[in-house]
């Protein structure tokens, strides 16, 4: 039987409900400010062991997290998980985060919302169970330096003078190692991995950019930066989330196919969170998830330094969420960056 919204008290939907939600209490043992109460009792029954998604609709005027409280017989209420943020919204927006496997002993699940916002359609359903093990995959270069590949090796896989990867296709631009980091400097800058496997997973690489140019052909864009591609199914179809930006806004782009750009149509997921500039010459940490909910939507959560900046949710924004497995990459545009330490993390 499926974990749907009403079967045997995994999940409880709030439909319709509107109202200014107060941020909790922060002691580590409070019940919660708000429980979304169901029947018979305070909070959603949760089984210990299961990871559940937690969704609602919101409005607000600053960046609004979901905060989850546990309730065990022998602890009572405690603050435990805080999901990721989501930008402040005009208009009804989704939200959805997925918590982490429920400890033992705990019966309940209790949730508020902060800071203050106007909240509906509550739910929290159980997320599918991992199919296997976490992976960890560390796509490398394959040398310690020159060219690793380039676009003219994708393009031309039979010539004898294709330096070919086993690991990346490089589709427009050139990749080098040096001293064991990715080095590129080309204008345009396109690659993903050969695998093309990858469903729910976690990207990170550490990041240096030296810095930015523009050319007569690739004239200086708002845009120019590093990017990571998740869920690339092609050049017409995939999650983009911006980690530095020439105008210092950091955010999460989906393009669809059909359209102006290049075949495809590029649309903003969730809200833009400014004041970001570009940090030169220092490594950074950037990471980006990507994870389909019980409902059909998509979430995708941007990370720099380890701190979750940006959120969004999916829910068929320009064409369908993008669910299944496909390669993930990175993007460069007028930015000379180094990388190193790739890693794909199943979810």
Not at 165 to 176: K, M
Request: proline share 7%.
């Amino acid at each position: 039987m499926r974990n749907s919204l009403r079967s045997a008290a995994l999940a409880m939907t709030v439909p319709g409900l509107l109202g200014s939600v107060a941020a909790p209490a922060s002691p580590a043992a409070a019940s919660p400010a708000v429980c979304w109460q169901p029947a018979g009792g305070c909070g959603f029954a949760v089984t210990a062991g299961r990871a559940y998604t937690i969704s609602s609709a919101y409005r607000a005027t600053a960046t609004v997290r979901a905060v989850a409280y546990t309730y065990s017989a022998a602890a009572g209420w405690r603050q435990w998980f805080t999901g990721s943020p989501y930008g402040g919204s005009a208009s009804w927006a989704p939200l959805a985060t997925t918590t982490p496997v429920v400890p033992a002993g705990v019966e309940r699940l209790g949730l508020a919302f902060t800071p203050a916002a106007a909240i509906r359609d509550v739910a929290v359903t159980a997320a599918p169970a991992p199919r296997r093990p976490q992976e960890v995959y560390r796509p490398g270069l394959g040398r310690g330096s020159g060219l690793v590949t380039d676009g003219f090796a994708y393009h031309n896989p039979r010539s004898a003078k294709a330096v070919r990867s086993a690991v990346w296709h490089v589709t427009t631009g050139s990749l080098f190692a040096v001293r064991g980091s990715g080095d590129t400097g080309s204008p345009v800058f396109r690659m993903h991995t050969v695998r093309a496997d990858f469903t729910d997973v976690r990207v990170a690489f550490r990041l240096d950019i030296a810095y930015q140019k523009a050319t007569s052909y690739t004239p200086e864009s708002s845009y120019d930066g590093v990017h990571i591609w998740l869920r690339h199914r092609s050049q017409y179809e995939l999650y983009a989330a911006s980690v530095a930006r020439r105008d210092g806004k950091v955010l999460i782009k989906k393009k669809c196919p059909g359209g102006p750009v290049n075949g495809g149509t590029y649309y903003t997921l969730g809200a833009e969170l400014p004041g970001r500039p570009i940090v030169r010459n220092k490594w950074r940490e950037v990471s980006a998830t990507v994870r389909n909910n019980p409902g059909g939507s998509v979430t995708v959560v941007l990370s720099v330094d380890g701190e979750a900046l940006v959120s969004a949710v999916d829910a068929g924004v320009g064409c369908a969420p993008i669910r299944a497995a496909a390669p993930v990459g990175i993007r460069g545009d007028n930015t000379r960056f180094r990388f190193t330490d790739v890693t794909v993390t199943t979810l």
